[in-house]
């Protein structure tokens, strides 16, 4: 038995499918926030998964559930994970990734002190932590190692840090035999459409603007959910104690690559009525605050130390999630509704709101960066 934490999330979702793949029993703990999604797990075999409503942050929940299922490890993946949401509102941040990381570390460590020699020994603590706690890279820096100093720029990678912290305090003032994973951007099945390849997939069919923020040519590190999988359970098999390990897909792509890529497999695969790319619906809008530049990895301890390398190229991973996305628009549309709806009115400046993000066209620059404007969808489909 494996508890897992954040488990209806996109990597946590995908993460139980490969547990349970590796005939593992997974413990499922999720809040169910917008970012969860039971509909992500239909396909799992329920004799090995168990779900339980609630929150990382409840000493007792956690506590009894601890002692009822006797988890071998524990793999804390809740958390409030979008950038933007951080700026706009970074309360619940601090709540879930510190507090709420905090009191899982705080039960675990109690259950762990307890568990007899043998089980004891073998009990590992996993967090999965994000590359954003290192900061931002200039063009020229070498990738971040798991020895570059922290240096979080956004509340949610500061409260990722925060998190990173406590959980090494764990190990090195109650030796609580923890590990932590940091990783670059992933992609892949079942990534709410707020993160950037979903939302433009999105957008681009249903005739909205594609919005890139600044200049569109930050620069992340990509890697497909399911070798962020693979990593995280041969981190928990082989990973030394007390030790973080980078995962990372070698695969550094500007946003605007990116979402042309995007906007080419998409005219391929799914032609515009009127003929035109969907590269029309581009439009850059004002710049996220703090945008760092630049992520990279340099994922070499783990190649070295686990054996542990991506599978999935760039090009083959991008072509699989879009064909994901387009063979499951009831997924889709099953989570554009509600909180989804109401988070993207606000963010992209929609039906009146006042939001950060005014938008201007591809190649238009009469507009300055932060300045509102509302523009309609371009009537193309
Ligand atoms: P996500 O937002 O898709 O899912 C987060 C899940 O956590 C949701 O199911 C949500 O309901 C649950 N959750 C939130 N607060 C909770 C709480 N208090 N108690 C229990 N459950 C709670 O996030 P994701 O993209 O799947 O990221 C998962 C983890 O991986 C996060 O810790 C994130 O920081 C980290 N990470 C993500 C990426 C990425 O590119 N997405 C990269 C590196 C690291
Ligand atoms: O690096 C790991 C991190 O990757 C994870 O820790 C986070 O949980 C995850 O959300 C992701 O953070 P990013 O901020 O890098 O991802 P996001 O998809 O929000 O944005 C990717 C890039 O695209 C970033 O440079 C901002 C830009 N962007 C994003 C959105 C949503 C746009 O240009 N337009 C957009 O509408």
């Not at 900061?135 to 509340?155: K, M, Q, R, V």
């Not at 690559?257 to 497999?265: A, F, P, T, Y």
């Not at 963010?347 to 009469?366: F, I, M």
Request: aromatic fraction near 8%; hydrophobic fraction near 35%.
């Amino acid at each position: 038995m494996i508890l897992v934490t954040g488990g209806a999330g996109f990597i946590g979702s995908n993460l139980v499918m490969h547990l349970i793949e590796s005939s593992e029993t997974v413990l499922n703990l999720d809040k169910l926030t917008y970012a969860g999604n039971l509909h992500n797990l239909a396909s799992v075999d329920s004799g090995r998964h168990i779900f339980v409503e609630g929150d990382i942050g409840n000493h007792e929940l956690v506590s009894r559930l601890l002692a009822q299922h006797r988890p071998r490890a524990v793999l804390n993946l809740a958390a409030e994970s979008h950038v933007d949401r951080s700026i706009r509102d970074p309360e619940s941040f601090i709540q879930t990734n510190i507090v709420g990381t905090f009191r899982l570390l705080s039960a675990s460590q109690a259950y762990w002190a307890d568990l007899p020699s043998d089980q004891k020994s073998a009990f590992r603590f996993l967090h999965v932590s994000t590359d954003e706690v290192y900061g931002s890279l200039g063009a020229e820096d070498a990738p971040f190692s798991e020895s570059t100093p922290y240096a979080p720029n956004s509340p949610y990678a500061a409260s990722k840090a925060a998190a990173d912290h406590l959980v090494r305090s764990f190990f090195q003032t109650y030796g609580l035999p923890v590990l932590t994973t940091n990783c670059s951007n992933n992609y892949g099945p079942y990534q709410f459409p707020e993160k950037l390849i979903p939302l433009v997939i999105h957008n681009a069919l249903v005739g909205e603007t594609i919005p890139i923020y600044g200049d569109g040519k930050n620069i992340r590190d990509w890697l497909y959910v399911t070798d962020h999988c693979a990593a995280i359970e041969r981190v928990l098999a082989g990973g030394r104690l007390g030790e973080t390990y980078n995962i990372g897909g070698a695969s550094e792509k500007a946003n605007i690559e990116i979402v042309e890529l995007i906007c080419g497999i998409l005219d391929e695969e799914r032609a515009r009525r009127d003929g035109k790319s969907y590269k029309e619906q581009i439009i850059f809008v004002r710049d996220r605050p703090g945008h760092d530049r630049r992520y990279a990895i340099d994922a070499s301890k783990i190649r070295d130390d686990l054996g542990w390398e991506p599978k999935e190229s760039f090009t083959t991973g991008l072509r699989k999630t879009v064909n994901w996305y387009l063979r499951n628009q009831g997924w889709v549309r099953n989570v554009t509704t509600g909180a989804y709806r109401d988070w993207i009115a606000v963010q992209y400046d929609r039906e009146g709101a006042q939001g950060p993000h005014s938008r201007r066209r591809l190649g238009d620059t009469s507009l300055p960066a932060d300045q509102s404007s509302v523009e309609t969808a371009p009537a193309n489909l």
